[in-house]
């Protein structure tokens, strides 16, 4: 799953209706209330803030709101937008202000859909991974072999001076093999378990 990096926010206009999409972040799935009320804040006197959310590791809670629109015309496309893009923990709420223009059920659809997918091609993603971490524990005349043999697949996240250097590793490939590869060499390592780690979206 998909995780989106920032609140962002995007407008079209169908018909003389103005549609802002705006998509949020969540940290917990009782955000959607406080984001919602921060739409009509920032956006006061629409006529619908239309929206959907999925939150989760496999995205296992959704919701889905036509505020008014008619039913099935605007909160189940956005969520289908979402859905398609494989995103969690995120919501979109599209506002409409009504331009006088009835859209009808069909044109409601492809307006509602066009707003969020306009605003996830706006969006910058990230992908969570759970990967091994290990502290090795080596002597000074290793430590230039050491920063070399780690330098594509692994991020050193701690280095340690004393008698001998200890470098604390996250294995951002999870080959564990990497530190079998090179154990003769090394004093001592440990593993110290998991760590999940935010990888960007290339």
Do not use: W
């Not at 496309?77 to 223009?101: A, M, S």
């Not at 780690?150 to 991020?155: G, I, N, Q, R, Y």
Request: net charge negative; with cysteine; aromatic share 10%.
């Amino acid at each position: 799953m998909r995780y989106i990096k920032e609140t962002i926010s995007h407008q079209i206009e169908i018909d003389k209706s103005i549609f802002i999409a705006i998509l949020y972040p969540l940290e917990h799935q009782e955000d959607v209330l406080l984001c919602l009320n921060d739409a009509k804040l920032k956006y006061p006197k629409a006529n619908h803030y239309c929206h959907a959310s999925i939150f989760g590791t496999t995205g296992e809670h959704q919701t889905a709101s036509d505020d008014g629109e008619p039913s099935r015309t605007a909160g189940i496309p956005i969520l289908e937008v979402l859905k398609h893009h494989d995103v969690t923990n995120i919501l979109c709420v599209v506002i409409r202000y009504f331009g006088g223009i009835k859209l009808g059920a069909g044109g409601l659809v492809r307006a509602y859909t066009k707003a969020a997918a306009d605003g996830i091609k706006l969006a910058k993603f990230y992908f969570k991974r759970e990967v091994p971490i290990f502290k090795i524990t080596f002597d000074y005349d290793k430590i230039n072999y050491m920063d070399k043999y780690f330098e594509k697949d692994a991020e050193i996240i701690d280095k340690i001076y004393l008698e001998q250097v200890s470098y604390t590793i996250i294995l951002i490939n999870q080959n564990i093999q990497r530190i079998d590869d090179i154990h003769h060499l090394l004093l001592k390592s440990e593993n110290l378990g998991i760590k999940t780690i935010q990888i960007d979206e290339s």
